[in-house]
C-alpha cells in the first residue's frame, strides 16, 4: 500500500506564502517524478509543477516565478513554497508521484488533497 500525505494548506491573505508538503510512504522502492496539481471549484484539475528524481523542475505559466517546487529523496517528499498567492491560486493542491515497487511496477499515486484559500 503507498500513501501520499499532503499537508500545509489553509487560509492566506493575497500577497502571502504558504509552504505545501507530500510524504509518500508505503511499499516504494523507487519514485520517480513528483508533482503538484490543483483543481478550483467548478473547474477541473491542472497541473501545477513538477520535479524529476534528478530534480529538474518545470511549472505551469500561471504560476512561473511566484512558486517553486523541490523534494528531498531521502524522506520522499515533495514541495511547493507559493509565494505572493493570488486569489485565483485559490484551490485544491494535490500531490502526484510515479512509484515503483516490484510487486506493482510503475503506478501513478495521488494524495487526498489540500486546500489552500488566497483572501483579497
Known amino acids: 500500500q503507498v500513501q501520499l500525505v499532503e499537508s500545509g494548506g489553509g487560509l492566506v491573505q493575497a500577497g502571502g506564502s504558504l509552504r505545501l508538503s507530500c510524504v509518500a510512504s508505503?511499499?516504494?522502492?523507487?519514485?520517480?517524478?513528483m508533482g503538484w496539481y490543483r483543481q478550483a471549484p467548478g473547474k477541473q484539475r491542472e497541473w501545477v509543477a513538477t520535479?524529476?528524481?534528478?530534480?529538474?523542475?518545470n511549472y505551469a505559466d500561471s504560476v512561473k516565478g511566484r512558486f517553486s517546487i523541490s523534494r528531498d529523496n531521502t524522506k520522499n517528499t515533495v514541495y511547493l513554497q507559493t509565494n505572493n498567492v493570488k486569489p485565483e491560486d485559490t484551490a485544491v493542491y494535490y500531490c502526484n508521484a510515479d512509484t515503483y515497487h516490484i510487486s506493482t511496477g510503475w503506478r501513478e499515486r495521488w494524495g487526498q488533497g489540500t486546500q489552500v484559500t488566497v483572501s483579497s
Open positions: 520535479i524529476t528524481s534528478g530534480g529538474s523542475t
Open positions: 508505503g511499499s516504494i522502492f523507487k519514485i520517480n517524478a
